[in-house]
Nanobody, 120 residues
Framework: QVQLVESGGGLVQPGESLRLSCVAS????????MGWYRQAPGKQRELVAV???????NYADSVKGRFTISRDAAKNTVYLQMNSLKPEDTAVYYC??????????????WGQGTQVTVSS
């Protein structure tokens, strides 16, 4: 059974940094994409950053130049380095893996979410 476990959220002041981690465990055959999404109160979940198996990245315009997505393939781990945080970055952050658990089965999995709060 696949599990995604996130860590690294917290309360920081504007301008500070945080690094989120998400580790996948269980039956992993291959990974297509790893991504981070966020959901602020009263808003829909939105894409923050995505990293493909080939190493291509895509970022939301609101985080370009401030956030960096990376991975440790050997550890099935994806990271989100968040710099110059702003109050509008406050949200619950979720990791997302699009992967095959067997040769024949492809699914999308979500982490449980980690709260990031940016406030002075």
């Amino acid at each position: 059974q696949v599990q995604l476990v996130e860590s690294g959220g917290g309360l920081v002041q504007p301008g500070e940094s945080l690094r989120l981690s998400c580790v996948a465990s269980g039956g992993i055959f291959s990974i297509y994409t790893m991504g981070w999404y966020r959901q602020a109160p009263g808003k829909q979940r939105e894409l923050v950053a995505v990293l493909t198996g080939g190493g291509m990245t895509n970022y939301a315009d609101s985080v370009k130049g401030r956030f960096t997505i990376s991975r440790d393939a050997a550890k099935n781990t994806v990271y989100l380095q968040m710099n110059s945080l702003k109050p509008e970055d406050t949200a619950v952050y979720y990791c997302n893996f699009d992967m095959r658990t067997t040769f024949f089965r492809r699914d999308t999995f979500w982490g449980q979410g980690t709260q990031v709060t940016v406030s002075s």
